[in-house]
């Protein structure tokens, strides 16, 4: 008996130092687990953090400063805000923006759209097509530049030599003029991106199941209604994301203004991304810079919130 009454508290003994060893172990794990984690994502957060965010905090102090880089930056609070509201070739540059992007985002769309529908067929030689309509994307803006310019010359380009053969005795200036600058930068920005949401627009074709269309076609839709009842549901998602991409890059639209028309003729193709660059790195207002730059980010910021809405609206 008095063995048994020994034993028995010695296995219950055991039992309790046991039940934490599960607990234990099982946190281990999950610190080790949290451990990799952080190992995978501590490079990328780090060059992330390095190059994005931390600019990022710094542009929203810079921007309520008087800074030009050779002299101690002064505090001035809203004052740089204040100047941009009477600026006018601020709101010239902000018109110019919205004007471009109203222009490029449908356009680009439609023709990638366009192309995207077209290619996606099996066509001979469509790997080729498919890699010309992309190669744009890909071609040093300079040599783009230099081609265009050519194109649109005025006298001797070939764009309005074949508009004077179909008998428009005086055809446009194009980048000389400063009403066709603009929509000439929207002409070639859009042949230059539309490789790139043609890609887009083929990937989401793919997922768009060919039971729908035949179902469709059974039903008697034609191409038209297949296409609009169909198709296009289907490649909503794709259709979302490309608006958003396209919209934020408009409105970022840089490089290819500065080598075609740097702005002119007058301010015609002045745009918000130029404005910033010629304040900051031209004339040294680097605090009056960064409040432009906070005007654009915060643009582009609600725009793309819009779109979320409207897109979770349609889809609610």
Same mark, same amino acid.
């Given at each position: 008996m008095a063995t048994i009454a020994d034993t028995r508290p010695r296995a219950s003994n055991t039992g309790r130092d046991r039940g934490p060893r599960p607990v234990r172990r099982r946190s281990r794990l999950t610190l080790r687990s949290t451990l990799i984690g952080w190992s995978f994502i501590l490079p990328n957060f780090l060059g992330f953090a390095a190059l994005t965010l931390v600019p990022v905090v710094t542009l929203f102090y810079m921007s309520m400063t008087n800074w030009n880089v050779f002299g101690s930056?002064?505090?001035?609070?809203?004052?740089?805000?204040?100047?941009?509201?009477?600026?006018?070739?601020?709101?010239?540059?902000?018109?110019?923006?919205?004007?471009?992007?109203?222009?490029?985002i449908p356009l680009t769309m439609i023709v990638a759209l366009g192309l995207a529908l077209l290619l996606n067929n099996k066509l001979r030689g469509v790997a080729f097509f498919r890699t010309a309509a992309f190669?744009?994307?890909?071609?040093?803006?300079?040599?783009?530049?230099?081609? $265009?310019?050519?194109?649109?010359?005025?006298?001797?380009?070939?764009?309005?030599?074949?508009?004077?053969?179909?008998?428009?005795?005086?055809?446009?200036? $194009?980048?000389?003029?400063?009403? $066709?600058?603009?929509?000439?930068?929207?002409i070639i920005s859009t042949w230059r991106d539309m490789g790139y949401y043609m890609i887009l627009f083929l990937a989401g074709l793919q997922t768009v199941p060919r039971e729908l269309h035949e179902a469709a076609r059974v039903d008697g839709a034609n191409v038209w209604q297949r296409f609009v009842n169909v198709t296009l549901p289907c490649l909503r998602p794709t259709t979302f994301f490309v608006?958003?991409?396209?919209?934020?890059?408009?409105?970022?639209?840089?490089?290819?203004?500065?080598?075609?028309?740097?702005?002119?003729?007058?301010?015609?193709?002045?745009?918000?991304?130029?404005?910033?660059?010629?304040?900051?790195?031209?004339?040294?207002?680097?605090?009056?810079?960064?409040?432009?730059?906070?005007?654009?980010?915060?643009?582009c910021i609600v725009v793309t919130l819009v779109q979320f809405f409207l897109n979770k609206k349609r889809d609610a």
């Open positions: 930056s002064a505090f001035v609070g809203l004052a740089n805000f204040q100047r941009l509201i009477g600026d006018g070739s601020f709101r010239i540059a902000l018109l110019n923006t919205l004007y471009y992007a109203a222009l490029h190669f744009p994307y890909i071609t040093s803006i300079v040599a783009i530049a230099v081609v $265009w310019n050519l194109l649109f010359s005025p006298e001797y380009g070939p764009i309005n030599e074949i508009l004077r053969f179909f008998g428009l005795q005086n055809p446009p200036g $194009w980048l000389t003029s400063s009403e $066709w600058a603009m929509p000439a930068v929207v608006t958003v991409m396209l919209t934020i890059n408009s409105f970022k639209i840089f490089d290819l203004i500065l080598v075609m028309t740097q702005g002119g003729p007058g301010q015609s193709t002045l745009v918000l991304s130029q404005f910033i660059y010629q304040k900051g790195f031209q004339e040294n207002q680097f605090g009056y810079a960064s409040a432009a730059s906070i005007v654009l980010f915060l643009l």
